[in-house]
């Protein structure tokens, strides 16, 4: 058998693994589900009012601000995933699996891409959900070609992949799933931090570049842009360098951690 097939068949059964576990575990998976459904609900019938008065100069209600808000939560969504990543990743680790992989003949990087498909999967499966319970209370996309609904959804596997390699690499250099899952948090406020609820020019002066220099606020742009036929000006480009920076940046530390972990 080729190295290539060996990977293939080694990557395929760490990702079977993967999902039995999800399925057997499902309660940090709803955990992570509920919280950007909260937000959604919370956002539109709580302070949708309030919040519609930031976005097209004062004059939206409540339905635009719904089409601004989805395309934020559904990429807060795929952020709180990965956050499951790292705890998965980080019990893999503590309790002694890996060791007993190691000595067994399996392809090296097969556990890596295991937990990466298997997260990948289940992002886009929550950004499924969440995007059902968005058209359930009146989210639209009638100008979206079929072409930028395939560009939105590649966006978005994309977005998952390099969110969910830097998830590995933060599970395998934490101590035990607490840590890994503080150490994820960013996962969750960066999308708080961006422009996710209100435009970044409404945002007080020095809180701006903060918000505008994150992967998440030209994601979310590039998102309405190819839902809702918004300006995507350069958050299309600045998109795609963040997914691939980030990408390098979690292969490589985590397949560095993993080749020279000890336990």
Not at 38 to 51: A, S
Not at 97 to 103: E, K
Not at 168 to 194: F, K
Request: glycine share 10%.
């Amino acid at each position: 058998m080729s190295t290539l097939s060996l990977a293939v068949r080694d990557s395929n059964t760490m990702l079977r693994r993967n999902i039995l576990h999800a399925r057997r575990y499902p309660s940090m998976t709803l955990n992570l589900l509920l919280t950007p459904i909260m937000m959604l609900l919370l956002f539109v019938y709580i302070f949708g009012d309030v919040m519609s008065a930031g976005i097209g100069g004062g004059g939206a209600d409540r339905s635009d601000y719904i089409a601004y808000l989805v395309p934020g939560i559904l990429l807060m969504t795929i952020g709180g995933t990965t956050v499951g990543t790292a705890v998965s990743v980080s019990m893999d680790m503590t309790e002694g699996i890996i060791a007993r992989f190691r000595t067994m003949s399996i392809h090296r990087g097969s556990v890596l891409i295991g937990h990466v498909v298997g997260s990948v999967l289940q992002s886009v499966m929550s950004v499924i959900l969440v995007g059902a319970v968005g058209a359930a209370i009146g989210f639209r996309s009638t100008d979206a070609t079929l072409l930028e609904w395939l560009a939105a959804f590649g966006l978005l596997v994309l977005f998952a992949t390099a969110f969910t390699w830097i998830a590995v690499g933060m599970g395998l250099v934490s101590p035990n799933a607490e840590a890994a899952s503080n150490n994820a948090m960013p996962m969750i406020l960066l999308p708080l931090l961006s422009s996710a609820f209100i435009p970044v020019d409404s945002m007080p002066g020095w809180f701006q570049p903060i918000a505008e220099y994150q992967p998440f606020t030209p994601a979310i742009e590039t998102l309405r842009g190819l839902l809702l036929g918004s300006e995507i000006g350069n958050s299309g480009w600045l998109t795609i360098a963040w997914c691939v920076a980030l990408s390098a940046l979690g292969y490589f530390w985590s397949k560095s951690v993993f080749d020279r972990d000890p336990r």
